[in-house]
Structures are given as structure tokens and as C-alpha cells.
């Protein structure tokens, strides 16, 4: 079981608090609401699309979850989803979003949208939450927005230039958010992990070795604890590799 800086486990610090979550149809995002239900925590669940609502609230409990439809830039629609998990699962303790896109293409061979795609997957997604969520938080005096980038920001890797662009426009965005907010006692974290353990990138690359790759449940621990508050470090980026 976790154990957080404090000596408590996060099933106990869990409990009974609510969250909101953008991102929660990918492999990290279902094992990070797995986590946090589990713990006895609430989850709002914002998607991008309609039709992601129904399979996912089919599998959820009632009680502690609701699921809404918040497209990315959609200001209205983020505002109105806040207030109805803040009506039904109580005043929110952290914005986490796993949400992103991923893309490999050579310099000149990607499609003419992909940019504006993974902008959209990798940042819009997240910003359109945290301007609807901000309001809450300041009234409550506090809170977390924890984001997942990437442990490859920073470098030059062949192929990654629209990604990189993408995920290192996330960082910069939390960078500038943590040194905001912080008086106004609002946490901000970047989980920036290396390739993580899925299946899904297993498949796409089958001749890694499996011990280079990153374990969901490493991840949500980070996530989680940045969320409480107990995570170590007092930058805004945390590196999970």
C-alpha cells in the first residue's frame, strides 16, 4: 500500500475527498481513477467526446463518480460540469489530468492538423479545466492541478517534433502556474514519466525490454500524492523514469 510523507497510506487520505479528472479513457487515466476509488475518493470524469459517456459511467459506481462531456476550449460547458461534481461529490481537492496524444512522424510527413490535434489532446484539454476549476479552488483556499507530461521534454528525438512542441508548451503552462499560485496556496505539478508500461506500447514496440518501461502503478502514486500534497520536491516537474 502507498504510504505518503506524513506516514498515512493514500487509501486513508483518500477517503472522502473528491476530484476532477480530464483524460480518464487511457490506460493511465483508468488505472488512476482504479486507484482512486478504491481509496474511497469521488471522481468527476470530463471527456472530449459524447460518446465516451456511456461506457464509462456503465462501469463506474453511482455514488461516487459522474461523468460529463467538457470538449476542449468549450468554457461553458467546463464551468457548468464543475458545479455539478461540486453539487453531487462535494467541494474538489485536486484538478489531475492524464489526458494526451501521442505522435511519431517525420519532419514534413505529419498531417496538416496534427499539430492543432495534439495541442488539443496534450494542453487545450487540461487549460479548459483548470480556468473552470480555479474558482473553487481559490474559494476553498487551496488545492492541487497536477498534469502528466513527458520525461522526453528537453531533448532532440527524431520524429518527436510536433509532440515535443505539445507536451513541452504543458510544461512551460504548469512552470508559469506553479510560481502563480503558490501564494494563493494552490499546488502545481507536472508527472512526467518515461514510456510507460502498456499494452498498447508494448505492441508498438516489440523488441523493447520491459524493464525500461515505466509501471502504471509508479505513476499513480505520483499522481495521487501530488494531488494530496505529499509528494516530495517543491518544483513543478517531477520526473517518473
Known amino acids: 500500500m502507498p504510504v505518503n510523507a506524513d506516514g498515512s497510506s493514500s487509501s486513508t487520505s483518500l477517503r472522502g475527498k473528491s476530484f476532477l479528472l480530464v483524460g480518464a479513457t487511457g490506460a493511465l487515466g483508468e488505472a488512476l481513477v482504479r486507484h482512486l476509488l478504491s481509496g474511497g475518493a469521488k471522481v468527476g470524469l470530463a471527456v472530449r467526446r459524447e460518446r465516451q459517456i456511456a461506457p464509462l459511467a456503465a462501469t463506474l459506481p453511482k455514488e461516487q463518480a459522474l461523468v460529463g462531456l467538457v470538449p476542449p476550449g468549450d468554457g461553458e460547458a467546463a464551468a457548468g460540469f464543475v458545479k455539478g461534481v461540486q453539487d453531487s461529490l462535494g467541494p474538489l481537492t485536486a484538478l489531475i489530468s492524464t489526458a494526451g496524444a501521442f505522435l511519431h512522424a517525420p519532419a514534413g510527413q505529419d498531417r496538416p492538423e496534427a499539430l492543432l490535434d495534439l495541442l488539443d489532446a496534450n494542453l487545450l484539454a487540461t487549460h479548459t479545466l483548470v480556468r473552470a476549476v480555479l474558482p473553487a479552488l481559490r474559494r476553498r483556499g487551496g488545492g ?98
Not at 514496440?205 to 500524492?225: F, H, K, Q, Y
Open 144 to 241: 492541487g492541478l497536477v498534469f502528466t507530461g513527458a520525461a522526453v521534454v528537453g531533448k532532440a528525438v527524431p520524429g518527436l517534433s510536433l509532440y515535443l512542441a505539445a507536451k513541452s508548451a504543458l510544461h512551460a503552462y504548469a512552470e508559469t502556474l506553479h510560481a502563480e499560485l503558490a501564494p494563493e496556496g494552490i499546488r502545481v505539478a507536472v508527472i512526467a514519466p518515461g514510456t510507460l508500461d502498456t499494452e498498447a506500447n508494448r505492441r508498438a514496440m516489440p523488441g523493447i525490454e520491459r524493464s525500461t518501461l515505466v509501471p502504471l502503478a509508479r505513476v499513480v502514486d505520483a499522481l495521487a500524492a501530488a494531488a494530496l500534497g505529499t509528494l516530495p520536491g517543491s518544483g513543478a516537474v517531477h520526473r517518473v523514469v
